[in-house]
């Protein structure tokens, strides 16, 4: 028994007693996820004993809310941006009108196919939590229409960004492992697209399967609409999505093609000022659609800013979590 309280195998205990606690403070006591997660990060500080006798017990107080303010600092602005794209989008109507023009074109049958293709190479350029963002108000907007295949729709966007995102350069992991393995790009560009097939196929018949047995309520009901959406070009209606791939994208493709990137083009291609763009076109159509003056727009802002805010304190809170169990040794104790 005392082998398992050897500093070897402590930080395997940290890591299983504080996803304990998670569990029960969510699931058990209906804790907020927000406040559960700090907990377990402060819980986690005060049993590693490392943190404890190098910086002293106020540790475990101090050091999960300095990790909880960097991981705010750079995911922030680009959720509260994409809560207002997506609030934007179904609110002026552009997401319907690119979801209308999908089912004329492939059918109801086929739009949770087109969604994971969209997600499948969007996310090759550009990194998944943005693709899932920009592509969610779509999936949305699609179930709300359809009334139903809500969860198959957002599995199919997950699941077709999180394959590419993994294992198809130039996102940063599978570029990483190209260099250090000293496998041509090329070469692992096209294997990663062709391997990423089978685990896409797999992960549209899964979602079909759980779609069957579960039912999630859709939170948000569409929007009835003030203005008339009709003069939405199908250009327009895509630019909030379009014009942050584009920014993002074109970056990232020069380095692979040229080795080097323009410091003008890192700047277009910082996913902050991309992500502003995009906030920018959903703004103007929401704006167009309804005849907002500045005043009225902002005013509106507030409800999606709100819903931002959410996620935001809920993804710096698993940060901090994340970050307090990063120092508790348990990388080094795996390796």
Do not use: C
Not at 13 to 41: D, E, G
Not at 52 to 74: C, H, Q, R, T
Not at 254 to 283: C, D, S
Not at 313 to 335: F, H, K, Q
């Amino acid at each position: 028994m005392e082998s398992i309280f050897n500093v070897e195998y402590w930080p395997f205990a940290i890591l299983l007693t504080s996803i304990a606690l998670v569990v029960l403070l969510v699931s058990r006591m209906k804790f907020h996820p927000f406040v559960a997660l700090l907990l377990a990060a402060v819980f986690v500080g005060l049993i590693t004993p490392s943190l404890i006798e190098s910086e002293g017990i106020v540790a475990a107080l101090d050091n999960p809310m300095i990790a909880f303010g960097i991981m705010a600092g750079k995911i922030a602005w680009v959720i509260a941006l994409a809560a207002i794209i997506g609030t934007a989008m179904l609110e002026s109507g552009a997401a319907e009108k690119i979801v209308t023009q999908l089912l004329n074109k492939l059918g109801e049958k086929q739009a949770a196919l087109a969604l994971l293709i969209a997600a499948f190479l969007l996310s090759i350029p550009v990194f998944l939590d943005t693709v899932f963002f920009l592509l969610i108000p779509l999936g949305v907007s699609l179930a709300l229409k359809t009334g139903k295949n809500y969860i198959l729709y957002v599995m199919a966007i997950g699941g077709g960004a999180a394959i590419t995102h993994s294992i198809v350069p130039p996102t940063p992991g599978p570029l990483i492992m190209a260099e250090s393995l000293g496998i041509p790009l090329g070469t692992v560009i096209l294997s990663g697209i062709l391997l990423g097939i089978g685990p896409a196929m797999l992960a549209i018949f899964l979602g079909k399967r759980i779609n069957q047995k579960m039912v999630v309520p859709i939170r948000i009901k569409l929007p009835k609409k003030t203005g008339d959406t009709s003069e939405i070009a199908m250009v327009l209606a895509l630019a909030p999505i379009i014009l942050p791939i584009l920014m993002i994208g074109s970056g990232t493709m020069v380095q692979v093609l040229t080795g080097k990137v323009p410091e003008w083009l890192v700047f277009l291609g910082n996913k902050n000022l991309a992500m502003a763009a995009g906030a920018g076109a959903a703004l103007y159509l929401w704006a167009k659609s309804e005849n907002l003056d500045a005043a009225e727009l902002w005013a509106k802002v507030g409800k999606p800013l709100e819903i931002g805010g959410i996620i935001i304190l809920i993804t710096s809170a698993g940060g901090a979590y994340g970050a307090m169990i990063n120092n508790s040794g348990i990388g080094e104790a795996i390796r």
